[in-house]
């Protein structure tokens, strides 16, 4: 368990403050309406996760020895780096979908303009 | 022809246009020496130039999109266009000239036969523009591709130069790939059992203007539509997208 245990304090006064910022910044976001909270949800959770973690490096500790790996800090990465991707893909799905109805709304944008110059024309 | 005007198919050229103010007039012109009865409609991308202009000097329908949509993303507003209008038939010629409108009679003749596509291929007779060595090997690759996956063999599967029957506007209109659509259009049109048939057509080097394939591109373009191609072959079958 050592590791962790040296850098530990160091580590963990570092994630509390700083995902405490996370937070306070992420709500302040969904409050000023920039950020739509169906997406802010995950980032509270993350932020609100890494509080938890901070201050119970136990739940890591535990997360280390159930998967054989050594340091619980590269358990840490593990489930950082494993969170970033699905909210990274997640976002990809998004995007796609944004993308497909985009190209639909500039179809129809078009082809109505299209009608309403005919409609002119012919009185 | 008889044919044609037997059953009166009501027939519609689909122009996609990025920046071919240069190129159109000849094209418009080209296109109203063909003895036949047909409608244009021009699928103006969001060019900068004046292609939308020109369009309406020759008193030619333009469907202006706000947004640049690619070349498949306009190619389908024409099929949209084709729908909603009611056609039976809708032709894609590019816009930079390649295609030459003489042969327009020999392409629509295969869906006055009853097939659903027919496509202008440069290589069954292996007259006139045959592009460059690379680009042959890489069209001749699709070619095997397509062989492989659905049996039939289709000698130019890159050819934008097609025509397509009423049940594939329906099918196209609502769904079309966003880039590089032509080889996997056809692997989706012969996957949900449409019959392609090809005739030889000649055709020319662009006039102005460039390729949407650039050589940097070459490699993702191969790399894209062959996936494109293995999926559309692996699809589900489009059977409510037909009705």
């Avoid at chain 1, 245990?5 to 995902?19: D, H, K």
């Avoid at chain 2, 409608?39 to 706000?66: F, K, M, Q, W, Y």
């Avoid at chain 2, 769904?175 to 659509?181: A, E």
């Amino acid at each position: 368990m050592n590791g962790m245990g040296e850098m530990s304090s160091v580590l963990r006064i570092i994630l509390i403050i700083g995902s405490l910022i996370f937070f306070v910044f992420i709500m302040n976001m969904v409050r000023t309406k920039k950020l739509e909270l169906k997406y802010a949800l995950t980032w509270i959770l993350t932020s609100f996760s890494f509080v938890l973690l901070s201050i119970f490096p136990e739940i890591l500790f535990f997360i280390a020895a159930l998967m054989h790996i050594e340091l619980p800090v590269n358990a840490l990465y593990l489930c950082v780096i494993s969170l970033l991707l699905l909210i990274v893909f997640t976002l990809s799905v998004a995007v796609s979908r944004q993308a497909l109805r985009i190209k639909t709304l500039v179809q129809e944008i078009g082809l109505i303009k299209e009608t309403l110059e005919r409609m002119k024309k012919e009185g | 022809m008889e044919q044609m005007e037997k059953y009166n198919l009501k027939t519609l050229v689909i122009i996609p246009a990025y920046k071919e103010a240069k190129n159109l007039p000849r094209l418009f012109r080209e296109l109203k020496e063909v003895p036949l009865d047909f409608d244009i409609v021009v699928i103006n991308d969001c060019s900068p130039d004046d292609t939308e202009a020109v369009c309406r000097h020759h008193g030619i329908p333009v469907v202006s999109l706000p947004v640049n949509l690619g070349i498949g993303g306009a190619v389908q507003t024409g099929y949209k266009y084709a729908l909603e209008h009611g056609y039976d038939i809708a032709v894609q010629m590019d816009g930079d000239g390649q295609h030459d409108p003489r042969f327009l009679k020999l392409v629509l003749s295969r869906i006055y036969e009853g097939y659903h596509m027919s496509i202008g291929s440069r290589f069954i007779e292996g007259k006139g523009y045959q592009s460059s060595l690379t680009r042959r090997a890489g069209i001749k690759f699709f070619s095997w591709l397509i062989k492989l996956l659905t049996g039939q063999y289709i000698s130019d599967p890159t050819s934008g130069f097609r025509a397509c029957s009423r049940e594939l506007i329906r099918l196209f209109a609502g769904s079309y790939p966003k880039d590089y659509p032509e080889p996997e259009t056809i692997v989706t049109a012969l996957r949900n059992k449409y019959r392609i048939a090809e005739v030889p057509v000649i055709m020319r080097p662009r006039q102005s203007g460039e390729s949407s394939i650039t050589k940097n591109l070459a490699a993702y373009y191969m790399i894209k539509v062959t996936l494109a191609v293995i999926m559309a072959a692996i699809a589900r079958k489009n059977e409510d997208g037909a009705k």
